[in-house]
């Protein structure tokens, strides 16, 4: 099962990105699904994971600034980025939990 994920750009320090993963061919309410990213160089990091119940966890480095929600009906899971720090530059992918398939990520930049 792959889940691609969307939504990356270019933004200020300080500033806010939501970021989409879609999946398409499973009963998505079934799977947590994680957030990771990778900054070049290094190895890729989970950073955030809800449940099929909607309990969410977070890597220390983005507690009280991301937020992981899913909305079963649309099939999505979304990662609200606030209080964007250059340290966030990466490419972001989203992974069913327990799943070896990656899918496509999305980049975000945060300029300083």
């Known amino acids: 099962v792959q889940l691609q994920a969307s939504g990356g750009g270019l933004v200020q320090t300080g500033g806010s990105l939501r970021l989409s993963c879609a999946a398409s061919g499973i009963i998505f309410r079934f799977y947590g699904v994680g957030w990771y990213r990778q900054v070049l160089g290094k190895q890729r990091d989970l950073i955030a994971s809800?449940?099929?119940?909607?309990?969410?966890d977070y890597a220390d480095s983005v507690k009280g600034r991301f937020t992981i929600s899913r909305d079963n009906a649309e099939n999505t899971v979304y990662l609200q980025m606030n209080s964007l720090k250059p340290e966030d530059t990466a490419v972001y992918y989203c992974?069913?939990?327990?799943?070896?398939?990656w899918g496509r990520g999305t980049l975000v930049t945060v300029s300083s």
């Open positions: 809800i449940t099929s119940g909607g309990i969410t």
């Open positions: 992974k069913v939990l327990g799943s070896e398939s």
